[in-house]
């Protein structure tokens, strides 16, 4: 199996979810062994190496940064690129964040199926586990384990002790349609989260194309069209299992396979393809980012 990038390079722009601001970025071919890098064009091509070592936070995303420049969210499209097989790419933006787009990681995969994906003249290295990796956190129970492999699969399941979501399970491997299955799914948030994070300066880009939004609880009709008009959206209201009305879901567990695209993109900071076995209960960027550095910790050098 050898080395992929890109054909052609692709573009796209588009507002942060969190920071709102609006960011052109392209995403180019790069030569073998390159892996994946950030490049900050506005900051005179400030390069931040897409690796655990370099997160610096996981408030409701992932960013990585190195000296004065980050990049914001980048779990999305770090994600599309494992899924659809892209082990060198440079990715160059002119702002913070990298643009939300749709909140999946679809208009990523149909940018790359257009481009082209070619094989480099390097094979493939997978990254080989010494030992088993487990992470936890005791306050929320959640935990990732990474145990060694002969072949890559991600297996997870999401419980947010919801009426609305229940117990969601989703799983990936080489032999998953990352395109059709995981990438469409777009992130979600609890309505009653909204207006704290909104008054907190984060969602600043979200609008009623790039989320699920759950009605966990009981809200009225006078709420709902309060919290449109902080964040400027038209009128919307609740669907009868529980979603806001702004967007139709593509699974039933769109939810949990969200949870699952998140994760095959943090644990791409551990640099690269990992021939392991994750499975992780309650993930999140923070224990997903946790684990990928415990992962690199853990690595068998060749």
Known sequence: ?????????????????????????????????????????????ACIEALADNVTNTARSTTVSCGEASAITVE?????????????????IDNAEVPILDGSALPYVEAFRKAGIVAQDAPRHFLELSREVEVKDEKSGAWVKVEPSDKPSTGITVDFGSRVLGVQNAGWDLDTDYASAIAPCRTFVFFHEI????????????????????????????QIDDLCSLLGLPSLKATENGYLSNLKLHFPDECGRHKLLDIIGDLRLAGGWLNARVTAFKPGHTINTTAAKEIRKALILK
Not at 19 to 27: D, I, K, L, R
Not at 76 to 92: C, Y
Request: net charge negative; with cysteine; charged share 15%.
């Open 1 to 45: 199996m050898r080395q992929n990038t890109l054909a052609n390079p692709c573009y796209f722009e588009g507002k942060g979810l969190h920071t709102g601001q609006y960011a052109h970025m392209y995403v180019w071919p790069a030569a073998a062994g390159t892996g994946i890098r950030f490049i900050r064009t506005d900051l005179g091509d």
């Open 76 to 92: 999305h499209i770090l994600s599309a690129l494992t899924g659809m097989g892209i082990d060198n790419a440079e990715v160059r």
């Open 195 to 222: 207006e704290f994070l909104a008054r907190q300066g984060l969602v600043k880009g979200g609008d009623v194309s790039n989320a699920i939004v759950i009605i966990e609880h009981p809200v009225t009709q006078q």
